[in-house]
């Protein structure tokens, strides 16, 4: 169940929040309700940059009549003179109805919703979660196959390391999905990500091979392979080629197929891929305000 | 003869806790994250005595001391085949088995070191998502671990 002092793991949440979450957003995206926020004050607190996640919160909030207070990265925030995360959160508590925070230390917003006062969401922290990427790209999911039921979600790239890819895993245990893991063997999936598929039961297969999966799936969802990854550059390289996008690899692929990617993307996509109908990574970045509004509001009771 | 030695060990504690069969290389761990070193109450120490279970067991044997439950988690984590007898009178009157909970706090390090109890001064909390094969999880990270890879603060 989301509790009422926030939104800080994807695992907080049970089948019935996703389901609700999902139905709020596709109301606000089909009725903007423009005061609906009127009055309340959110905080967004990112003590590490992400303009991206931050601009769509402060759109979110700002679109139903709310105002935003903040910083967009530690330096200018107190924290850079030392102050605990602890006396950061009780102080900006004091003023907001919700904060919003971004925090490079896993765990930061668990511990920030246990001490703050008011409800916290968590905007990603560290390598851990980032709930409401996860309640966009599920939204994106329904909107484009209709239905979250009995899917095949193909997941690309750095699968070790990619937080979005292991909530979504997580998020869709729910919903009978037939997982593929296309990685190169040194990102593969953690186990603790494959024992968790076999704990519940959710059918999986390993690939290293791209192109073994593009016929099956409803969903591919790309992710970025990063270069710190790996302290073989050589090796960095070959992966980068091997896991690209390119427009002619989706000639025989299935019609709802949709391409998804957290984004910002480098070279996992092919520009000529933006054309396709399949495309669907700058939509789906769109939906993050409307599952932004839905969290947002549900948390405050609001709806 | 080893055997009755250890019996007369035990018998001759007349009211307090007796933890026995803790593996031989986990007694001075024990011993330490209890803190034993340095309460002054009487305690016996016996290593390396004979078990037919263990090979090789550890037995101690501390005078008016019943152990909260915090200290029973830390002996639950690092032995937990040990048992705990409660002596009054010279004679046993309660065992404790020992059982993991399902939340174990501000006992363990999480090994992540990205983790915010590791960066900002925040106790550590383990939750016991699975009991039969031994898995923990860090509350704040969500970092998987076994009771193998456990470090204690
Ligand atoms: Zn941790």
Do not use: W
């Amino acid at each position: 169940m989301i509790k009422a002092n926030g939104l800080v793991s994807i695992t907080d949440c049970d089948k019935d929040d996703i389901l609700r979450i999902l139905d709020l957003a596709e109301q606000f995206e089909k009725h903007p309700n423009p005061h609906l926020l009127d009055g309340k004050l959110v905080a967004t607190l990112f003590f590490e940059p992400s303009t991206r996640t931050r601009l769509s919160f402060e759109t979110a909030v700002q679109r139903l009549g709310g105002r935003v207070i903040g910083f967009s990265d530690a330096a200018t925030s107190s924290s850079s003179k030392g102050e605990t995360l602890h006396d950061t959160i009780k102080m900006v508590s004091n003023y907001v109805d919700l904060i919003v925070m971004r925090h490079p230390v896993e765990g930061a917003a668990r511990y920030a919703s246990e001490v703050a006062g008011v409800p916290v969401i968590n905007a990603g922290d560290g390598a851990n979660q980032h709930p409401t990427q996860t309640m966009l790209d599920l939204y994106s999911i329904k909107k484009t196959q209709g239905r979250l039921d009995n899917l095949t979600i193909s997941m690309v790239g750095d699968l070790k390391y990619g937080r979005t890819v292991h909530s979504l895993l997580q998020a869709m245990q729910y919903f009978n999905p037939t997982y593929n893991f296309v990685a190169p063997p040194e990102l593969r999936m953690p186990e603790q990500y494959r024992l968790f598929c076999e704990e519940k039961g959710l059918k999986y297969k390993e690939e290293t091979d791209l192109n073994a999966v593009l016929k099956t799936s409803d969903i591919l969802y790309m992710t970025r392979v990063q270069q710190e990854r790996f302290t073989d550059p050589v090796e960095y390289e070959k992966v980068r080629n091997t896991y690209t996008l390119r427009n002619s690899m989706l000639e025989d692929t299935k019609d709802n197929l949709r391409i998804l990617h957290p984004l910002p993307r480098i070279t996992e996509i092919a520009a000529d891929v933006d054309a396709n109908p399949k495309a669907y990574y700058f939509e789906q970045a769109r939906n993050g305000v409307f599952a932004r509004q839905a969290v947002i509001c549900s948390i405050l009771g609001l709806v | 003869m080893k055997a009755s030695h250890t019996e007369l060990i035990v018998r001759a504690l007349e009211n307090g806790t007796v933890i026995d069969h803790i593996p031989a290389e986990k007694l001075f761990k024990i011993v330490s994250i209890l803190n034993l070193d340095t309460i002054a109450d009487q305690i016996t120490i016996g290593n390396n005595l004979e078990s037919k279970k263990l090979g090789k067991k550890g037995v101690i044997k501390i005078a008016d001391k019943v152990f909260k439950a915090e200290e029973l988690n830390k002996i639950a984590l690092l032995a937990p085949t040990a048992r705990i007898n409660i002596v009054k009178n010279y004679e046993v009157v309660e065992k404790i088995d020992l059982s993991l909970p399902e939340q174990i706090n501000d006992i363990l390090q999480c090994v992540n070191p990205m983790c915010v109890t590791n960066k900002q001064p925040v106790a550590t909390r383990f939750d016991l998502t699975d009991r039969k094969r031994g898995l923990l999880k860090c509350h704040y990270c969500e970092r998987a671990l076994s009771l193998s890879e456990i470090v204690l603060k």
